[in-house]
């Protein structure tokens, strides 16, 4: 009975089987015999842990039917198995989560450091160099725009010499598109990002220009973390998107080039949820939202 098996780790199914058996005896039935209602018997606490025996008249024969106890224990062990996998395949699977981990993440020290926020600079420092070619190496034969070629050594120069960044480097980043899951190639994939360096230090402003489709939104999308890289990486403060977004989140904002505003939401509750997800602690986030209200002169319609 494989079947019945795989049945049971339905949730619906077992709590059905569970729920079935104690209504079998404890409800008010109708009956035949006495062409009237019955009542239920008591259910008594070991009812809940006995296996039962069923007479089918119609096969001859007696089948055994397992407890309710067992059924409910098998929702238990679904909820769980349930929970497992959904907390893997969230890890595993990049979606719109952006950054996505290993496939065996679980067994990775780091991953660990991370979740129990130990030693997370330490861990950062001890992470091995992210680039280790030099830029002929990288170039070939091919001939770049002499400034980009410039800022490519840049770049390379200062992250070999783990010159800390300040504000923005980004080392050779490349975002393709893929058409099919798991990463599987495909003729119709989009390369959107080749191959970008690019530093941008504290208090410059860098105004990234290209028509339609160069990747511009795609850069940025890395830079949140609301897409993963494919290739390359890219520090803000020293931090990896790909990695700390958690701690990236908190330094930057972006301002997106559509409106995020919510007609359903007071100015205030739409502060309340910006600092929530800028991780603002939440015996302070009361006093942001007026105090950046105040600054905007919304202070007074503030739950209009
Ligand atoms: N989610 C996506 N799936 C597949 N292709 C995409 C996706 N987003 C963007 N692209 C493609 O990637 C390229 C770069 O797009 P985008 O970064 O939006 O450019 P820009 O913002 O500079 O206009 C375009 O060819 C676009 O069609
Ligand atoms: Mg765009």
Redesign the pocket.
């Known amino acids: 009975m494989v079947v019945v098996r795989i049945l049971e780790f339905l949730p619906a199914y077992s709590y059905s089987m569970a729920f079935g058996s104690v209504a079998s005896i404890a409800s008010t039935k109708f009956d035949l015999n006495s062409f009237g209602w019955v009542p239920g018997n008591r259910f008594d606490d070991e009812m809940f842990y006995k296996d039962r025996d069923f007479y089918l008249s119609f096969f001859h024969m007696t089948i055994s039917a397992p407890s309710p106890a067992y059924f409910m224990n098998r929702v238990y062990q679904s909820m769980i198995g349930a929970t497992l996998i959904w907390l893997y395949l969230d890890h595993v699977i990049s979606s719109n989560r952006g950054a996505s981990y290993r496939f065996y993440f679980f067994l990775e020290r780091k991953y660990w450091v991370r979740i129990c926020g130990i030693d997370a600079k330490k861990a950062r420092n001890n992470k091995k160099k992210a680039i280790g070619a030099n830029i002929n190496d990288i170039l070939g034969n091919q001939k770049l725009v002499d400034s980009v070629e410039n800022e490519m050594q840049r770049v390379i120069e200062n992250e070999q010499n783990e010159t800390y960044a300040d504000g923005l480097r980004i080392i050779d980043i490349g975002k393709i598109?893929r058409k099919l899951p798991f990463g599987m190639e495909s003729p119709k994939d989009?390369h959107?990002v080749k191959g970008i360096y690019l530093e941008v230090e504290k208090n410059e402003l860098l105004c990234l220009l290209?028509h339609?489709?160069?990747?511009?939104?795609?850069l940025f999308n890395m830079m949140t973390g609301i897409i993963a890289p494919t290739s390359g990486m890219a520090k803000i403060c020293g931090l990896d998107v790909r990695e700390d977004q958690d701690q990236i989140r908190k330094l930057m904002g972006v301002v997106p080039q559509f409106d995020i505003l919510w007609n359903q939401l007071s100015a205030a509750e739409h502060m309340r949820m910006f600092s929530k997800i800028k991780g603002v602690p939440n015996h302070l986030i009361e006093q942001e939202c007026d105090d950046l209200l105040t600054q905007v002169d919304l202070l007074d319609v503030k739950d209009a």
């Open positions: 598109y989009v959107a290209g339609n489709g160069a990747g511009k939104s795609t």
